[in-house]
């Protein structure tokens, strides 16, 4: 239990086997009334009523002809960034992920009972979802990558060293570590490549129906193929950052400079520029790879 100047809340925190935290947090009625009362103060100042000036109708009056279902969602938009912030920061977490969040019922009513109807407010309780970064095993990854590189070693006079596929270095690390993934992890990257998916095919002018039907899948079959790929670019992603922390293997400044001034024109040049840490995180896992391809 803790307190601030809002009033006290309490949380319970619930640790699921592949890493998933389910974060339940109950606001107290005595908060849920007074963010209320704000609100319909917030939204009563823009109200126009016939016989008064804007925002000086009495609050009864002004009450009756309010949205409540407005007023709900604008308090909820109010009370759960709040809380869900200070749950974590008491848990000291780290989430990567935005939380999916749900409204809980708590015996009986609905929570989202509305104050002004008379009676007692009650309390409001959700139930936020999220994940910390997936803890990484490398194990013995650099056995079973050399295995795949020995023979780019191998000189033969009158042949070029067969270079390893960058494909076949990426299964044998994946093969090598050791991860779970949290599921909402997986579910957030399975819907955006979906979605990507889809923005392209509307690109193309094509339904999903006529996709599916010229690559002779189905919506389930594509979605479990888009998930084995989100949890195999997820494993990748982590492993690949836990290497460069273990290798030590940096970006440096110069490179990128050196990156945004190969920019095949103005605007990506821009875009690089806004876009520094993202371009600095692709260039250390470009020289990760560098690395794994050379054991």
């Not at 990506?268 to 470009?286: D, F, G, P, V």
């Amino acid at each position: 239990l803790t307190t601030d100047s809002a009033g006290y809340f309490e949380w319970a925190i619930q640790r699921q086997e592949d890493g998933t935290i389910r974060l339940t947090v109950t606001v107290p009625s005595e908060t849920v009334k007074k963010t209320w009362d704000e609100v319909v103060d917030e939204v009563a100042k823009e109200m126009e009523l016939p016989g008064f000036r804007k925002g000086k109708a009495p609050r009864h009056l002004a009450e009756e002809k309010i949205d409540k279902e407005k007023v709900r969602e604008d308090v909820l938009k109010k009370v759960l960034p709040k809380f869900y912030i200070q749950a974590i920061q008491e848990h000291k977490l780290t989430p990567i992920i935005n939380p999916k969040v749900h409204i809980e019922k708590m015996g009986g009513p609905q929570v989202l009972s509305d104050p002004p109807d008379g009676g007692e407010p009650k309390d409001w309780q959700f139930v936020a979802i999220t994940c910390e970064a997936p803890v990484i095993r490398l194990d013995d990854y650099k056995d079973a990558i050399k295995k795949i590189t020995a023979k780019s070693k191998i000189v033969i006079p009158g042949r070029q060293p067969q270079v390893p596929k960058f494909e076949d270095i990426v299964n044998a690390l994946l093969g090598a570590i050791n991860v779970k993934i949290p599921e909402i992890l997986t579910d957030s990257e399975t819907e955006r490549l979906l979605s990507q998916t889809l923005d392209e095919i509307k690109r193309l002018g094509l339904t999903l129906d006529q996709y599916l039907a010229s690559t002779g899948r189905n919506p389930e079959g594509l979605r479990l193929e888009y998930r084995k790929k989100a949890e195999n670019d997820i494993k990748l992603e982590f492993a690949l950052r836990q290497i460069a922390e273990e290798e030590k293997i940096t970006v440096e400044e110069k490179e990128i400079e050196e990156a945004i001034q190969k920019a095949k024109d103005e605007n990506e040049r821009k875009h690089l520029t806004a876009n520094r840490y993202l371009l600095a995180s692709i260039l250390r896992q470009q020289k990760t790879l560098d690395f794994l391809k050379n054991l």
